[in-house]
């Protein structure tokens, strides 16, 4: 079974710009989870989503925005980008949120850079 | 909410020694406990976790962690690391009626020969 899969693996973007990252799950995940990693903060959850659906959402500015369609596949957005942006964003995927326990697993990330 | 403290920033030994990396965690709620490992230029990937039941798991690797909820600390401990063991090692709790993830600021380990 193929594993989270994030595209693009890497991008530079100037400030001000828009960008947006792509993540798809693992076959039969309907959760998706974004996380940002960044030297100063460390991992921060962003936003879940199931059946298209936020069902959660960290404390991050409106700049930040995600959906999810109904192959489950994610997009989180980040408009008017600001150097601090810059990270690694690393999405998630499981069965289901809350409730059982589901394992979440990791896709290998996209380095953003803004310039 | 929850909150996870890594007691050390990096922790470097010797290849084939004991190695212990502290966690300690807050919570009101019951939690599940979970240990991950970063390589370089990768996500994360599940050492192990603590769901319920006995307090000791075993995870991949030969790494396991013992859960002390009167201490409310969750260190991962490997009896003899090897080189390939070098990456960084993230602790992670969630409240056991939800799904969102918080991590300590993770542990560099760095196994030198």
């Known amino acids: 079974k193929a594993g989270v899969t994030q595209t693009p693996r890497y991008l530079i973007k100037t400030r001000g710009q828009q960008v947006t990252l792509s993540c798809s799950p693992i076959?039969?995940?309907?959760?998706v989870s974004w996380y940002q990693q960044t030297p100063g903060q460390g991992l921060q959850f962003l936003f879940e989503y199931f059946s298209e659906t936020q069902r959660n959402k960290g404390n991050f500015p409106g700049r930040f925005s995600g959906r999810q369609f109904s192959n489950s596949r994610s997009e989180m957005n980040v408009s008017t980008l600001e150097l601090g942006d810059s990270a690694l964003y690393l999405c998630?995927?499981?069965?289901?949120?809350?409730?059982?326990?589901?394992?979440?697993?990791f896709g290998p990330g996209t380095r953003l850079t803004v310039t | 909410a929850q909150s996870v403290t890594q007691l050390d920033s990096q922790v470097p030994v010797f290849e084939e020694a004991p190695v212990e990396l502290r966690c300690n965690y807050s919570s009101s709620v019951s939690v599940y406990l979970f240990w991950y490992v970063q390589y370089p230029n990768q996500g994360l990937q599940l050492l192990l976790k603590y769901l319920s039941g006995s307090t000791l798991v075993k995870g991949i690797n030969g790494f396991e962690a013992e859960f002390n909820k009167s201490q409310t600390s969750f260190h991962l401990r490997k009896p003899s690391v090897h080189i390939s063991d070098t990456a960084e090692y993230f602790c992670a709790v969630t409240a056991t009626s939800g799904s969102r993830l918080t991590f300590g600021e993770g542990t560099q380990l760095t196994v030198n020969p």
């Open positions: 998630a995927s499981s069965l289901a949120p809350a409730g059982d326990y589901y394992e979440q697993y």
């Open positions: 076959s039969g995940h309907r959760s």
